[in-house]
């Protein structure tokens, strides 16, 4: 299944309800102990599967999505926004990232599997325990990717959404006090309970044990939208499959020796392999379901 809905801005992916999905490059963090969020250094570049059929797998061309190169020394977190309510997924493979159980593409919350937009900012990793996830990280031996799917409000909550909006813009207008004061959105709650992180992840790897809250959800769950309205899966690969998909030449990724030296980092001998010999053919988990084109 091909879906034309989402498509390529610049080095975002666009989805329906001004949804933008951004892949940020970023410093690999140890995996012992638990450490703030690392920086973003730079967005990951992304192409079109479609633009690039003849040279990827036949998996990928009845999958579509969109590709991105990974080195080795880099990990990577995603940012989102949102210009109205939308419930994104979010999985690593077969493993969906919200939770860290099994992959489900129906939205559920016993334990919640899904982001609230534009609520939740960003996501570094895969669900751990309460309040920590483990770092999204380059598993090139396991080549996969990422699938996002959003669900936006339905019909009904979508416009008791919109009249909110307007009561609350008039109310701006009207206000004597400057915005951000009293008028200001209450500290969030304390997080859901997530799911112990599973064992196996394709395509990106579990590293270093981040502290993040993923936000719970204060809507009733029948009033998201049964089905999706965009989906998308973003292929993995390494520099040297990126030059023989795209004939491009990977960008210099800004996550090099010296970002890891002043972030107090230790930096390992693979990570200057950027051109390591390949695992061998692009390969799809088997189990894997059609998703959409990343179309532009």
Do not use: K
Not at 74 to 94: C, I, Y
Not at 165 to 192: E, I, K, L, N, Y
């Amino acid at each position: 299944m091909t879906d034309t809905t989402v498509r390529i801005d610049g080095n975002a992916l666009r989805l329906p309800g001004g949804v933008t999905v951004r892949f940020v490059r970023t410093l690999r963090l140890p995996g012992t102990g638990t450490h703030p969020l690392p920086p973003g250094l730079g967005e990951f570049p992304v192409r079109r599967v479609a633009d690039h059929a003849r040279a990827v797998p036949e998996e990928w061309r009845a999958r579509g999505g969109v590709l991105l190169p990974v080195y080795p020394r880099e990990a990577m977190w995603l940012g989102f926004d949102s210009a109205e309510p939308t419930a994104l997924q979010v999985g690593a493979g077969t493993v969906c990232a919200v939770s860290g159980g099994p992959w489900n593409g129906r939205l559920s919350r016993d334990p919640q599997n899904y982001l609230v937009l534009p609520r939740q900012p960003w996501l570094d990793g895969i669900a751990s325990g309460t309040g920590t996830v483990r770092q999204f990280v380059a598993a090139l031996g396991e080549l996969g990717g990422v699938r996002l799917q959003s669900f936006p409000l339905d019909g009904r909550a979508l416009t008791r959404w919109r009249v909110e909006q307007r009561r609350r813009a008039d109310t701006v207008r009207r206000s004597p006090f400057p915005a951000g004061g009293r008028g200001a959105a209450p500290p969030p709650r304390a997080p859901a309970p997530v799911a112990p992180v599973a064992a196996a992840v394709a395509g990106l790897g579990a590293g270093g044990i981040l502290r993040q809250e993923v936000h719970p959800d204060d809507r009733p769950l029948r009033d998201w939208a049964g089905q999706p309205s965009g989906r998308v899966f973003a292929h993995l690969v390494t520099p040297r499959q990126w030059r023989r998909i795209t004939g491009e030449e990977p960008p210099p990724s800004p996550v090099d020796r010296a970002a890891y030296t002043r972030a107090g980092l230790p930096w390992f001998d693979r990570y200057d392999q950027d051109d390591a010999e390949d695992t061998g053919p692009v390969t799809v988990p088997e189990d894997a379901e059609p998703a959409g084109d990343g179309g532009r």
